[in-house]
């Protein structure tokens, strides 16, 4: 993983020399007000970090320093992106990453499997997930009882709205605490996009304010009792620890990989009536996620397209635009829906 403070560094240069809109009151005035956005390369997670500090430091009278953390910097792979605001008087020397947050917002509902996302979340903290209305997802049991939990459609208002998921997450944020200013930081958002996309400001502003008001607080959600746990980052084996001879607990081949957490809201869904088992998909996709199957005894077709296997689909759609037939899809995934579906590869080894 690396850190980028450049945009640390921008926004504190900038806080010195341009006049202050006004100042703001944090929830707790012993310590910093920190956020930790959990999202995956390509939704915008850095860039809502970003707009956030801006707006507190140059807008509000904030201290303010945001950071992200990457993996390997492409689309798909996980991002973290750190927030920490302070009262003016109150230096931030800290650059570390937030651990124990007042606020965590996820961009994609597939990282709700990964404990880490949940991980540090104060008893008194704000959860904010993008889903579309449905049941809740069993890992969010592990959230503190007294935790405030909200769910936003953030992809499908960002559709509607010709926006993206992260305008209208930074609107739910702006929504469930209101002494950080939603004009103030609708203006940062705008500032953001004038000069490369004058064309989305209007879009984000709209999918910004249905954010800050189109979201629901779900009761009775958590069941763990006070502040969770920090993550722990050292594996679960090292030089003390692992049997004789070594191991590799998670060997990093094709068949273990997961890219679900790579889709950014789209499944392709096959209907299997319409299916001429022609292969085109099978050619076209660059994960190998199509399983096939014998076909039936005295049927037409030798090998038959039997589903697709979404735990190497990283919901490109290369295969629904090559199919001649409009037997496969592009759906917007909900919760669940590629668990409901998917058709293992390998069923022996991973069912
Ligand atoms: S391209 Fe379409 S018709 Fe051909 S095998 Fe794939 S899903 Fe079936
Ligand atoms: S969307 Fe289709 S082509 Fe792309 S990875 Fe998934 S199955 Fe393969």
Redesign the pocket.
């Known amino acids: 993983m690396k850190t980028d403070e450049s945009e640390l560094g921008a926004v504190r240069s900038r806080s010195q020399g341009e006049p202050q809109h006004g100042t703001v009151a944090l929830p707790h005035a012993g310590r910093f007000f920190e956020v930790r956005f959990e999202s995956i390369g390509g939704l915008g997670a850095h860039a809502a970090g970003q707009v956030l500090a801006t707006a507190a430091v140059i807008r509000m009278g904030l201290n303010g320093a945001h950071f992200s953390s990457y993996g390997s910097e492409k689309k798909g792979s996980l991002v973290r992106s750190f927030v920490r605001l302070g009262p003016t008087d109150r230096p931030i020397r800290t650059s570390a990453p937030v651990e124990t947050p007042d606020a965590i917002v996820v961009f994609h509902a597939a990282l709700l499997r990964n404990p880490a996302t949940l991980a540090g979340l104060l008893k008194d903290g704000t959860f904010i997930y993008n889903a579309p209305p449905g049941p809740v997802p069993v890992e969010l049991a592990a959230l503190p009882r007294t935790a405030r939990v909200i769910r936003v459609d953030a992809l499908g208002i960002a559709l509607q709205e010709n926006s993206r998921p992260n305008a209208v997450l930074l609107g739910t944020l702006a929504g469930a605490f209101p002494f950080l200013d939603s004009d103030q930081i609708l203006e940062a958002l705008s500032e953001e996009f004038a000069g490369r996309h004058p064309e989305a400001v209007a879009s984000n502003e709209r999918a910004f304010r249905r954010g800050a008001t189109d979201f629901e607080k779900l009761e009775g959600v958590g069941r763990a009792e006070g502040d969770l746990p920090v993550a722990r980052t050292e594996p679960a084996w090292g030089y003390e620890t692992q049997p004789v001879g070594g191991i590799i607990p998670e060997p990093g081949n094709m068949m273990w990989n997961d890219?679900s957490a790579s889709r950014t809201g789209w499944?392709?869904v096959l209907d299997r009536e319409k299916c001429i088992h022609c292969g085109l998909?099978d050619l076209?996709?660059?994960?190998y996620?199509?399983t096939w199957g014998d076909g039936e005894d005295g049927g037409k077709f030798e090998r038959e397209l039997m589903g697709?296997d979404?735990r190497?689909?990283?919901?490109?759609?290369?295969?629904?635009e090559s199919c001649p037939t409009g037997a496969?899809t592009k759906e917007t995934e909900t919760a669940g829906l590629a668990d409901r579906l998917r058709v293992p590869l390998f069923p022996d080894l991973i069912p």
């Open positions: 890219l499944l392709p998909c076209v996709c660059p994960d996620c199509l697709v979404y190497y689909c990283k919901g490109c759609l290369r295969c629904v496969l």
